[in-house]
């Protein structure tokens, strides 16, 4: 581990699940770019897909077979109507769900929105040795999901402990 608790930037992709945005009114992926480089980490690379789980999983596998790439969040798709298909994509990469993402994204979301965040699927895992957030498409949520979940735990600094301290255990058999 880092003895001189220096902070240690990890390659973070990031995407856009989207019928209909485009990189010029893309706010919840710019805003995900933004908070993940002003807290350090590295931008590994950004994508838009329309809600579509093949043109999705197709994107995030490309991304958890490359091992510079550490985490991987995206944003929209985890609704419930008929496009919403993100979570149907990637929970069939994971090697391990982190259900306790999902869990704590919706109780904090219950204290900003009520009873609607009870309409996200919000979730998290581990596929590959790559961290996995899928967060609601809406600006609210991903701040939400970065500022009160995922930037602490993926900050190796973190205690009593953090996920970003597991990467170099995420693959062992």
């Known amino acids: 581990m880092n003895k001189d608790n220096n902070f240690i930037p990890l390659n973070i992709a990031v995407l856009t699940v989207s019928d209909t945005r485009t990189e010029a009114d893309d706010t919840s992926g710019r805003l995900l770019v933004e908070r993940l480089q002003k807290a350090g980490h590295k931008l590994a690379e950004k994508a838009i897909e329309p809600d579509d789980i093949y043109r999705i999983r197709a994107t995030v596998s490309r991304w958890i077979a490359d091992p510079d790439v550490h985490a991987v969040l995206s944003t929209g798709g985890t609704g419930v109507t008929g496009r919403d298909g993100t979570p149907e994509a990637i929970e069939v990469l994971l090697d391990k769900q982190i259900s306790g993402f999902g869990e704590l994204f919706r109780m904090l979301s219950f204290e900003e929105i009520k009873t609607s965040s009870l309409q996200s699927r919000a979730l ?29 735990q993926l900050d190796h600094r973190t205690r009593p402990c953090n996920l970003a301290m597991l990467i170099p255990r995420l693959q062992e058999r």
């Open 124 to 152: 998290a895992g581990v596929a590959n040795g790559t961290y996995i957030f899928c967060l609601p498409g809406s600006s609210g949520a991903c701040r939400t999901g970065w500022d009160k979940l995922i930037e602490a």
